[in-house]
């Protein structure tokens, strides 16, 4: 059997083969520069760091309280999240972040709760302090160990209320039930 050489024609490169690498090149230099809404990249950047914090210590919170209530015992550190509830009230210190922690200090009785609300002040800069101090004498009667009169519930329900707080604020009125004695609604607001 003879081979037979059949010519073959000059390879002619196509005119896209030639900007193919190119356009590759462009498009990795865009993924680059501008990153999808999807990446981790925002999680690096400050905001991106204390919006995950907060996202994070919310979500650790519901479900430690969860876990304590149904099982009567932790199955979580709880160290460890009021450690990072702390961490966001230093990372963007505001009313919200210093309440939630310390409400939830005072839920899962740690004394700390008192230097937290203390904390407020530290505010000052841009909130005034005759209202603050009203803030912090309020958190001392919701949370401190004292037991309160039945007629001072209402005007305490609306500021709690007024603060919206949302899961913490049924934390906050199951505190201020508890010092008036009322165990049936401190069992509700949970």
């Known amino acids: 059997m003879s081979r037979v050489n059949v ?9 896209a083969g030639r900007w193919l690498p190119l356009v590759a090149i462009a498009l990795v230099a865009l993924y680059i520069l501008f990153p999808t809404a999807g990446s981790n990249v925002g ?19 519901r479900t430690l309280y969860a876990q304590r209530t149904a099982h009567g015992g932790i199955s979580i ?5 009021l450690e990072d509830m702390g961490r966001l009230a230093t990372l963007a210190p505001s009313r919200d972040s210093i309440r939630k922690l310390a409400i939830l200090q005072a839920e899962l009785d740690d ?3 008192r230097s937290s609300v203390l904390r407020l002040r530290s505010l000052s800069r841009t909130e005034s302090l005759l209202d603050l101090d ?4 309020l958190w001392a009667m919701v949370l401190g160990g ?3 009169e039945n007629g001072s519930v209402p005007s305490v329900l ?6 919206d707080l949302g899961w913490f604020g049924h934390l906050a009125r199951a505190q201020l039930f508890d010092r008036v004695g009322s ?7 949970r």
């Open 183 to 189: 165990q049936a609604q401190a069992r509700s607001a």
């Open 43 to 61: 999680a690096l950047t400050p905001n991106g760091r204390v919006a995950r914090l907060n996202l994070d210590c919310a979500t650790r919170s």
């Open 77 to 81: 550190d709880e160290r460890s999240l």
């Open 134 to 137: 009203r803030e912090i004498a």
């Open 111 to 113: 004394p700390g709760w």
């Open 7 to 15: 010519p073959t024609p000059n390879a002619v490169p196509h005119p």
């Open 146 to 148: 004292r037991r309160l």
């Open 158 to 163: 609306k500021s709690i209320d007024a603060m």
